[in-house]
């Protein structure tokens, strides 16, 4: 055991779990997750997963902190605004836990880049805000045989799943990205901060639980929320066979950037 | 033939829960049958501590009184 004496005392809570311990712990501490967006869902993911002490922290972000992010970004302040969203968020990750090295792509992803950046860590956030963005992490991690937990928020819902390589992945559930303007962003539609923080949270815990491998993760089934009733259910997915990316016989060989709607070109990989 | 303790651990006056904490990363260098020899408080450790270790499946074989302290001679279970 090689923890220090005030890192047994900063993860106590930890290792009094049994399902964590001293040896969940050092996994945790070992650990590389990846972050695609440091918005409403990122803000939180890298909040927790900094403060449990994830050994290395990636966070991709390409946007600056907007006035408008602060309602829901949580790890952004009122004296970021205008500051680079990666830089924000390293300086808060690491004031509440300099055990945890955070690595900043100052970027968004697309096809070119996306292979690269994530072949370092073990587990990939998808904290992005749209579905061209959402379909090349899937795509990117199916390929390069990453686990992922899914994110979407919208108003008042949330929706999450975990990939993990044999199960179902984010395309066998919805095998297209939908038509544009068929459904709304979060800037036209509207998003209620502690919704983000819901799902995001629960993106932080697969990412967790992932590493320590205990439980049973969210691998085919999506979780969906509403909270404005505050009601969550559960539907099993199955592996689709016929999948364009991970079914039998894929027709998606190399990453697709889809078309972004020209009105979130601005916006960056934030939710 | 009295078993000797793999290790001692002195907890006299660490509070709950680092005492527990300190037990349970030290059983967790053992392997399952081996004893740790601890020594907690009375009052609140004395309360917690014991049973701690017994929901992680690890077995109390014998608790000496010592003062206002306690010591606690602990098999380390099946994990």
Known sequence: MNLTESQIERYSRHIILKDV???GQEKILQSKVLII????LGAPAALYLAAAGVGTIGIVD????????LQRQIIHFTADVGRAKVVSAQAKMEAINPDVKVVPYQTRVYSENIAEIIQ????IIDGTDNFPTKFLVNDACVLAGKPFSHGGILRFNGQTMTYVPGNACYRCVFPEPPPKGAVPTCS?????????GM???IQAAEALRYIIGKGKLLTNRLLTFNA???EFRT?????NHRCAICGEEPSITELIDYELPACDLRGGNHA | MAQEPKKRLDLHGVICPMNFVKTKLALEDLTPGDLLEIIIDEGDAMLNVPRSIKEEGHKIIKVIPLGETFQILIEKGQS
Do not use: E, R
């Open chain 1, 228 to 230: 404005l009733d505050m």
């Open chain 1, 120 to 123: 370092d860590y073990d587990f």
């Open chain 1, 37 to 40: 967006g440091v918005g409403g």
């Open chain 1, 62 to 69: 390409a946007d600056s902190v907007d006035l408008s992010n």
């Open chain 1, 235 to 239: 539907i099993n997915l199955h592996q």
């Open chain 1, 188 to 196: 036209q539609a509207g998003i209620l901060g502690a919704v983000a």
């Open chain 1, 21 to 23: 311990g001293g040896s």
């Open chain 1, 199 to 201: 799902l995001g949270t």
